[in-house]
């Protein structure tokens, strides 16, 4: 360790993460190349607003107002995109690539929508990207899922990725109050932004989702055709009601193979094939408490995988947040400057061209399901929306109809199915739906157990 | 992808997880070489019993009974030592490093006894060693602190790394049932060997927390100096009273120093030293519910670390067994080959030469502690306790005198102390000891919250 070699890092955008791994750069210089034997240096940071690089303690000299100015120094070998968006941050990215540079970026919105042609530019200049911070922020999850898990096939993925989501939901099952009163405190915590749709309508994790789906099951998601629910529509009666029952709701990312492949065991199954139709969806769902993921409460990331070699593992750490997110910008960093320095280190990028699963449709989805009716207190209800759902062959676990429970004289009935297919569940419901004594449209929530 | 290379792996020891680890090299063979680009042909296997190794479908002509002949082909680029133990594991580890291949292990008690001198060969011969297996089995921990978290100072790290233990007391707690009848019954189901002494008087757990303080704290620790406590005094007593008071308890693996680094944070503070004195311990301890390690029961594993800039991660999945830990043998196979084929990829393993921490000693280790006294229900008593510990400093939170709960007239008394010190504890105990309404020597155990 005593020869240090020395690599050189430009960065887009200084804004709140990039400014933290600008600060970590620059203070955690001789750590990183005590660590990795590579002095990284950060030759550039291009950004609009120069002032709040300067700001960071960047010299004068090494800041400049137009990334493409990145390019002209061929002693900047990995380019870190931090600006965000899918706009300017393509370009961005497809350009560092087309320069021969490694790239680093934590955006997950551009790799969710434009992964694969990010990914075959990489695979055509012989160079790399790296994201680790895009999914689950410092969590090492990809890393972790890539290459700790490189044998295994995967069995099921189901993860809590957006940390305003997980935030509003335990404030509302806490305190007991809606879901406005929970998401307006959220905001002026700074849980959530000003414009928070794109986290409470479930976007956001479905861009993780996306990703997870690549690597975990090879499989590329055309990404406006993802399953996705937010949570805007959750009422506190039902988070209540499924507390006492023993369940805790959460907006979930998941990923689930129709037919899983089998369990590596000594009766010599478990080989080498995987494929077949792929459930993804993003949906909030009933864990039952004390279910690991059910206890990851505020703002708290966790993604809980099944391997067929090495069964479940759970990762779980903060998803968002200048620093951590840097962390991971900063690993990316390392290791990329690593295999430069030390080697070409090169590894095909997964998945490969062809998918492995194809899209499996909802409507095929079986879980368990929560139900809960608003209807009219009179003879004779129960009995209708059991009915209708034994009609559509779907089995009920346990039924409570709650007394008094609605000021205007309704009364609320829970259903908790056994294993359905959720084609079946919204036939009933669609049945169901058309019966007088119902006052608002059905809530159905997956109970993911 | 098209184009793919070959790497000839060796393989020491064909037993639980040797082969396990053959299977899936067999099994997974054209997913591997999807996912890294690399062949991995698995050329010799050494064990003095060739037919199990036969029984796995290794061909005849690829068994060997002395692992010196794995040097005889050239193509053997990987050696993976499974044998176990620190005799003929160090001769065939410091073998393979002298003849420059690569070495791959799962042997905690070897690095943690003789690492020091196995990393400093392997940087003289400049190969690397991976042990990803060695510590939490299948859960990519090493690389998840090593690599993911590099740019951190670690401030704590609290870990279940041994699966036997915690399933003792995980069904302690459930039943209620002593220490002896769960470990008959781990015994039983195959989660404790004949003679569990190295699990449940904490020796495994120590050789793991030696890796950990080296990845974590680059600080290697003299082994036999290690502060280990078993679970083999453990009362179900202290189980059901500090349950019934909202605690689980654990057996912890804990890494903390003196003083923590600070946390980064836009006041500039955060820089690049780390170092002072370093509490390791192996010990009993008390989690509150709700505290993530409090809910990994059964035989899970599960490290929690707190990092500088990225705060609370944790790692949690199968500590042992077969196939997750042939899983993590396999990643690190596959990482290996992956340098050596597409780039050198040697980066310097933590930690160097020089220690950043020093021994700091429990006598002024800090937290929380429960003690119970069995004493004379009699006047006096509890006032002459809570004397002595006021004495030296000690400061009580809460104190339970339970009642009737010893039919021989003596009675329970449990103290929840606030932060103290624990040599000023153990002054207390010393003072307490020699009063004369004790019946039993005093249960301490300390509360990790």
Redesign the interface.
Known sequence: ?SERCSCGIGLIGGGVVGG?VV??LL??????A????IELELLAVADIDRERVAALGVPENRIVSDYRRLFDNPEIRIVVELIGGVGVAAEAVLASLDAGRRVVTANKALLANRGREIFSRARGNGVGVAF?AAVAG???LI??IR???????TQSLLGIVNGTCNYILSQMAASGRSFADCLAEAQRLGFAEADPSADIDGLDSGHKLALLSALAFETWVDFPALHIEGIRGIKDDDIRITRDLGYTLKLLAIARPEHPPET?G?DGK???EAGGRLFLSVHPALLRN?D?LA??SGSLN?VRTV?D??????????GA????T???V??DI??TA??LI???????W?P?ERNAYEPAPMDDYRTRYYLRFAVRDRPGVLGNIATALGSHRVSIAAAHQFENDHPDGFASVCIFSHLAREGDIRASLAEIGGMDFLRDKPVLIRIED
């Open positions: 360790m933290g600060e970590l203070r955690r210089k001789e750590l990183l005590r660590r990795t034997g680790e410092g969590i090492p890393a972790s290459d700790g898990l490189i044998v295994n096939r590596v000594e478990g080989g080498d004390g690991p206890g990851v966790a391997g070699a090495v069964r479940e593992s759970m990762f779980y750490g903060r947040g200048r620093y951590p840097a962390s991971a900063v690993s390392a290791m690593s295999s030390f080697g070409d280190g090169y590894r095909g997964l490969p």
